[in-house]
């Protein structure tokens, strides 16, 4: 089946690197917020755990791009069904690398107010 010229403009667009990247991180953030990880008050306050996250999510990012400059076949017709296939490819591997830091982030017992002791003594959060 032949591309209809809207069709193909529509998925040039929408690969734009800049605006995959900027589609990316608003869903991550997303699935964040619903999962309860980080709240919309953390995000306006720019927490210590938001900065991390922003962190992570710009290792991420990056990584994916300079694997872009690799892999990705610039002769490939795509479709906008396939940009967004790529993106939330994207936005699991995120995802899941966040969840995977987490989960061997060693916590320290009891923790009762992290951040706010991390806040106080001006540490930074590690990443792993």
Known sequence: MKQQPFEYRLANSLNNPTCKRKQIKKSVLQHC?????????EKDNESLRYKWLMEVLDINLTSLSLLDQITVDSNYSLTPADVQTEIDAKVSAVVKNIVKRLMETAVAYPCLNCESIARDSQQKPELK
């Open 33 to 41: 917020v619903n999962a309860g990880f980080i709240r919309e008050v």
